[in-house]
């Protein structure tokens, strides 16, 4: 099993940035495909970006495209996501996933999930 933990969130003005990051412990991250979702008030989970387990893959939400990367550091059992221009409809919790299933740009697939950082855009 790996535990997860996100950190970094806030309150922050349209068009302004914030790095999360998702620490990762227990079983060697490494070994993990990695992934960004959130979910706002009233809504439902949505994908936001994946990584692959050594980086050299990453997808991304096409409403985030161009604004978000998502990085990692396995040395470190760490992901980041950082967000540009954040827009006040992504005011939501961000949650961090980890899974070893092979279609990692889908929510279902994730086996563990941290507890979310929250993350306010106000206008």
């Not at 540009?84 to 929510?107: F, G, I, M, Q, V």
Request: proline share 2%; hydrophobic share 30%; glycine share 12%.
């Amino acid at each position: 099993q790996v535990q997860l933990v996100e950190s970094g969130g806030g309150l922050v003005q349209a068009g302004g940035s914030l790095r999360l990051s998702c620490a990762a412990s227990g079983r060697t991250s490494s070994i993990y495909h990695m992934g960004w979702f959130r979910q706002g008030p009233g809504k439902e989970r949505e994908f936001v970006a994946a990584i692959s387990r050594r980086g050299g893959t990453t997808y991304y939400a096409d409403s985030v495209k161009g604004r978000f990367t998502i990085s990692r550091d396995n040395a470190k059992n760490t992901v980041y996501l950082q967000m540009n221009s954040l827009k006040p409809e992504e005011t939501a919790n961000y949650y961090c996933a980890a899974t070893r299933r092979s279609d990692y740009a889908t929510l279902q697939e994730y086996e563990y999930w941290g507890q979310g950082t929250q993350v306010t855009v106000s206008s």
